[in-house]
């Protein structure tokens, strides 16, 4: 394919752009994979990233999209070879180096791993980085000693990408799942998927108190700010918090006290850089934890372009667990 189709976003004076165009591969990032795009989804950096919300993209003019799945077309390493099935997430990939929202990607080896057989290239993109954050985030919890009978697991932001896959496969594994959403109206959403209580986000939003009442045994966190400093206060002697977000701040307006009198771990999760033997671990998991028929439910598909559309939605906490999207 000598002439393909991508998302070109520049920046001039007048703003930000987003334009479909032709390119040619001279007009991406230099790679030693190239790798034809069959399919891609959006995530939240992706929809910061498209709207010009924060500073994600590092060059211009850029293809965003930190996440793809396709199939090799040349590869000068030779861990990869033509017609291998391939997944990408992070990496600076869809911010400083050209991603996934075109028809032919080309990247670094070392940031591709080959699709686990269990998986089609549209499930490993209803996964895509925020459910392989999700897993992450599981081997957090119980790298921490979190095992479900230790008690409940609150999981923030639930609806969302992250927070629905991480809510799925928690329920598979045992674990009594607490979900927080400021969407009431995804109650039953989340029940279907494993959740046994709901609650308001509201609960956790606002300043709370340094220490409170010993409620779960751990927690996936994607929010920051108030909401992890009221999830970590009211973590269980010994617990442990994976988080992995900042959707409500980057700030932790919290205290030493969950940490030195009750031993709570924080663990931060990093998805962007994670080695690959952690990337493939991750995904290995995935194929067994993750209930195929509970990603079909968590997911909808819709034609790339859609991108554009999607990216105020999902900022504005309005889209429900993950999209696919189809390339053509």
């Known amino acids: 394919m000598d002439r393909f189709k991508a998302l070109h976003v520049s920046k001039s004076d007048a703003g930000q752009a987003n334009e479909w165009k032709t390119i040619g591969l001279e007009d991406l990032s230099d790679g030693d994979v190239v790798v034809r795009v069959t399919h891609t989804t959006i995530n939240y950096k992706d929809g910061l990233a498209l709207t010009g919300t924060a500073p994600i993209l590092r060059k211009w003019p850029m293809v965003p999209g930190i996440d793809f799945t396709g ?36 990247v670094k080896a070392d940031w591709l791993i080959k699709r686990p057989a269990e998986f089609t290239p549209a499930e490993t993109m209803a996964i895509g980085t925020a459910g392989y954050t999700a897993m992450l985030c599981v081997l957090a919890l119980e790298a921490n000693g979190v095992t479900p009978d230790k008690g409940q697991v609150l999981v923030t932001g639930a609806a969302g990408g992250v927070g629905s896959v991480a809510v799925s496969v928690l329920a598979k594994l045992g674990y009594e799942v607490v979900a927080s959403t400021g969407r009431a109206s995804e109650s039953d959403f989340l029940k279907g998927l494993g959740a046994s209580e709901i609650i308001d986000r509201a609960e956790l939003s606002e300043k709370g108190r340094p220490l409170g009442k010993e409620r779960w045994a751990g927690a996936v966190d994607v929010a920051g700010s108030h909401t992890l400093a009221n999830v970590l206060a009211s973590i269980k002697y010994g617990g442990c918090v994976a988080a992995c977000g900042l959707a409500q701040g980057f700030d932790l307006p919290a205290t030493v006290m969950p940490f030195i009198l009750r031993g709570v771990t924080l663990a931060g999760v990093d998805s962007v850089n994670a080695p690959k033997a952690k990337r493939i671990a991750a995904w290995q998991r995935l194929a067994t934890d993750l209930d195929r028929s509970k990603l079909a439910e968590l997911t909808v598909t819709r034609p790339w372009t859609d991108v554009t559309e999607l990216a105020p939605q999902i900022i504005a906490g309005q889209v429900r667990g993950r999209v696919v999207l189809e390339v053509e």
């Open 71 to 106: 199939t090799v077309e040349t590869s000068s390493n030779p861990e990869f070879q033509p017609g291998d099935g391939v997944i990408l997430n992070g990496w600076g990939v869809g911010e400083g180096h050209d991603g996934g929202y075109s028809q032919i990607a080309r």
